[in-house]
């Protein structure tokens, strides 16, 4: 069975730091794409940033620049560094992964497995 653990969520100033780290087990996602997603309350599930199978990335546009996602195959794992925080990317942040492969998935709907989630709160 697929499971997505992710941390390293809390709650943080404006303008700080947060790195979001999620380990798959279950199975191996070498050649499949990651990502990591947000919903707010009251608003859709969004993608933030995503990475393939090579590490070509894909942000929304209102995280570039801030977001950097990475992934380590030797972990199975993919993290979101986040900085200078706004209080608008509060949300709870899920990581997410597909069966799809050599393909880099932009769109909530394309992704399979989920994590539970995790909250970031960035105060003002």
């Known amino acids: 069975q697929v499971h997505l653990a992710e941390s390293g969520g809390g709650l943080v100033q404006a303008g700080g730091s947060l790195r979001l780290s999620c380990v798959a087990s279950g199975r191996s996602f070498d050649f499949n794409p990651m990502a990591w997603l947000r919903q707010a309350p009251g608003k859709e599930r969004e993608v933030v940033a995503a990475?393939?199978?090579?590490?070509?990335?894909h942000y929304q546009d209102s995280v570039k620049g801030r977001f950097f996602i990475s992934r380590d195959k030797s972990k199975n794992a993919v993290d979101l560094q986040m900085n200078s925080l706004r209080p608008e990317d509060t949300a709870v942040y899920y990581c997410?992964?597909?069966?799809?492969?050599?393909?880099?998935?932009?769109?909530?709907?394309?992704?399979?497995?989920w994590g539970q989630g995790i909250q970031v709160t960035v105060s003002s």
């Open positions: 997410a992964a597909d069966s799809t492969v050599f393909k880099l998935l932009t769109r909530q709907s394309e992704y399979d497995y």
């Open positions: 990475i393939s199978w090579n590490r070509t990335t």
